[in-house]
């Protein structure tokens, strides 16, 4: 892991690598996973702040942070200042050391409601949302937002700078507006502009999908470090190989013998964490996507996927990699 390490408040992350919260994906198993082979720091799946649905099997798993390594952090998703508030200080009680607030997702159904970026649209709003939270707990809160609503609107200074006076201790900004999504270049500059425009850390995110990709956006705009979404699914040997760079090693590409002990764990993991059901369900998001990393052909997923035991589908797994990877 990379020597340098980023201070968040009272918490010091020890890397520069991390791992972004990404529905659907970044639950606790694969979070373990990503911290073993280097990420410094990675942040639970985005959780409503509505206290009605705090009690739901999504919510709760969402919540759990198990004893996964320090720091740890929960994203919270809301517009509302009294349920953030409380939200906030429910995460902690579940052992929160750092709370997240997002304002970046770009997905139809989040800004429907007027949350994630289109929060963007209400400077007003995010200063009391955000006042809100770093108000109702003591442990650092950090923001993960977008350069703004559209190209006509880009206000990520401005939000910059409301945050910092808020009391938000790291930013995290995604080098696109929301109308942009996760097409079109990403605009590093700006995340350079807000660097320079604020004293607490400041974190790119946005398509750093290489070793050599995240060395030059470290180069280029003196970010205080990365945060890898997309790019870790199905390759969680990012964050290794990009600390090796940073350090100064040469990064190792994983072997056959290391690719079938990490997909292996992880299976291990995800059904010590999910039910049976659910678990055999969610874990073909992650198959496609190592199968797809390896450049394995995904026909051979139609067999696994009509499993029903999770110990004989581990079993295929590695019969199956042993078989087919060079």
């Known amino acids: ?80 200042p009294v349920d953030l508030a ?54 650092p809160v950090t923001l993960k937002y977008r350069l703004g609503w559209d190209a006509e609107h880009i206000n990520a200074l401005n939000i910059a700078a409301i945050a910092q006076e808020a009391g938000i201790k790291m930013l995290v900004l995604h080098g696109r507006t929301r109308e942009q999504g996760f097409k079109g270049e990403v605009d590093y500059q700006r995340i350079a502009e807000v660097k320079a425009s604020v004293d607490i850390p400041v974190i790119a995110n946005g398509d750093i999908d290489s070793v050599e990709k995240a060395e030059a956006v470290l180069a280029q705009i003196g970010a205080d470090g990365i945060m890898i979404g997309r790019a870790a699914i199905g390759n969680p040997w990012i964050f290794s190989q990009i600390n090796d760079k940073l350090d100064g090693r040469i990064p190792q590409a994983p072997s056959k013998s290391q690719l079938i002990e990490t997909i292996g764990e992880h299976l291990q993991l995800h059904f010590s964490f999910y039910e ?24 051979l997923l139609t067999d696994l996927y009509s499993v029903t035991d999770p110990i004989q589908l581990e079993k295929n797994v590695e019969l199956l990699l042993r078989d087919n990877l060079d």
């Not at 059901?277 to 026909?299: A, Q, V």
């Open 276 to 299: 049976k059901e659910k678990g055999l369900k969610t874990i073909r998001k992650h198959l496609s996507g190592y199968f797809k990393r390896l450049d394995l052909c995904p026909t």
């Open 86 to 139: 409380d939200t906030a200080r429910y995460a902690v009680q579940c052992g929160a050391q750092i709370v997240d607030f997002n304002c970046g997702c770009p997905a139809k159904k989040v800004c429907s409601v007027e949350c994630g970026s289109a929060l963007l649209k209400d400077e007003a709003l995010v200063e009391k949302l955000l006042k809100a939270l770093t108000e109702a707990v003591d442990v």
């Open 1 to 80: 892991m990379s020597g340098a390490t980023v201070q968040v408040g009272n918490v010091e992350i020890p890397g520069r690598v991390f791992l972004a919260p990404l529905a659907g994906f970044t639950d606790l198993p694969f979070r373990q996973i990503c911290r073993k082979l280097g990420a410094a720091y990675a942040v639970a799946e985005m959780v409503a702040s509505q206290k009605h649905l705090r009690e739901s099997r999504k919510s709760q798993e969402r919540f759990s942070l198990g004893s996964e390594s320090y720091p740890r952090a929960i994203q919270l998703l809301g517009s509302d």
